[in-house]
């Protein structure tokens, strides 16, 4: 049996990943940090579908809760198979009024988080003699977005993360992707109404927003892809090309 471990799977982009992965056969971890009603939520949501994911509670940006989830994870399965990199937050803020704090917050979270994830699962998986990563970046992270500058960076950085470390870990026939989404239907997006989203939607050429299941077949793809390495997957309806 296959296994696979979300971070920040509980709601959003995460909770499509996690299910899609149920929905082939997997048994998977669901991260989650604080909501831990939401956490449970998200599993008995699962439960009634008949699947049985294992929740597992852990701030990506602190090493030490990183190591203590993993673990965890393996004193339940052999191997990991499939890392899916998708914790993260964001902040709407022009530069002058973005502080060092929220700075270095976005950072830990979102490439940090990254970092440790990796770090900690890379021997496990060389080991088993391969593995797949996928991290969850955005379009902004390769365009850049006005009044969002500390996300933008910190999801150009976890691209560039990923084709380095891709290079490191491909002769371990470990894989490591990224997927770049657009503008999609979730609640990091909520805060957009009315004409700005409307704005958005019309410099979109698929002419609608995406969804989280749209970007849970594409992580699918890059998980399973066994020769795709190294690559930025954009799920955004042509959105900033």
Same mark, same amino acid.
């Given at each position: %049996?296959?296994?696979?471990?979300?971070?920040?799977?509980?709601?959003?982009?995460?909770?499509?990943?996690? @299910?899609?992965? @149920?929905?082939?056969?997997?048994?998977?971890?669901?991260?989650? /940090? !604080?909501?831990?009603?939401?956490?449970?939520?998200?599993?008995?949501?699962?439960?009634?579908?008949?699947? /049985?994911?294992? @929740?597992?509670?852990?701030?990506?940006?602190?090493?030490?809760?990183?190591?203590? %989830?993993?673990?965890?994870?393996?004193?339940?399965?052999?191997?990991?198979?499939?890392?899916?990199?998708?914790?993260?937050?964001?902040?709407?803020?022009?530069?002058?009024?973005?502080?060092?704090?929220?700075?270095?917050?976005?950072?830990?979270?979102?490439?940090?988080?990254?970092? !440790? /994830?990796?770090?900690?699962?890379?021997?496990? #998986?060389?080991?088993?003699?391969?593995?797949?990563?996928?991290?969850?970046?955005?379009?902004?992270?390769?365009?850049?977005?006005?009044?969002?500058?500390?996300?933008?960076?910190?999801?150009?950085?976890?691209?560039?993360?990923?084709?380095?470390?891709?290079? +490191?870990?491909?002769?371990?026939?470990?894989?490591?992707?990224?997927?770049?989404?657009?503008?999609?239907?979730?609640? #990091?997006?909520? !805060?957009?109404?009315?004409?700005? %989203?409307?704005?958005?939607?019309?410099?979109?050429? #698929?002419?609608?927003?995406?969804?989280?299941? +749209?970007?849970?077949?594409?992580?699918?793809? @890059?998980?399973?892809?066994?020769?795709?390495?190294? +690559?930025?997957?954009?799920?955004?309806?042509?959105?900033?090309?």
């Amino acid at each position: %049996m296959k296994t696979a471990l979300v971070t920040g799977g509980t709601r959003g982009i995460g909770k499509a990943i996690a @299910l899609a992965f @149920l929905e082939r056969g997997y048994e998977v971890v669901i991260n989650y /940090c !604080h909501n831990e009603k939401e956490a449970l939520a998200t599993q008995e949501e699962f439960n009634i579908l008949g699947y /049985c994911p294992v @929740l597992l509670r852990a701030d990506v940006s602190d090493e030490a809760q990183v190591r203590a %989830m993993f673990r965890e994870f393996f004193s339940i399965y052999e191997r990991l198979d499939v890392l899916v990199n998708n914790a993260g937050i964001s902040i709407v803020k022009v530069i002058q009024d973005t502080t060092p704090q929220d700075w270095n917050k976005i950072f830990d979270v979102n490439v940090k988080g990254v970092y !440790h /994830c990796c770090r900690e699962v890379a021997d496990k #998986m060389i080991f088993a003699g391969g593995g797949a990563i996928v991290n969850v970046g955005s379009i902004w992270g390769e365009v850049g977005a006005s009044c969002e500058v500390a996300y933008s960076a910190s999801k150009g950085a976890v691209i560039a993360f990923t084709k380095a470390l891709a290079k +490191e870990l491909a002769p371990s026939n470990v894989r490591v992707n990224c997927l770049s989404p657009g503008v999609i239907d979730t609640q #990091m997006n909520a !805060h957009l109404i009315g004409s700005e %989203m409307e704005e958005l939607i019309s410099s979109i050429p #698929m002419e609608r927003i995406g969804t989280p299941a +749209e970007v849970a077949e594409a992580c699918v793809f @890059l998980a399973e892809s066994t020769y795709v390495t190294g +690559e930025v997957l954009s799920v955004g309806g042509l959105f900033g090309k």
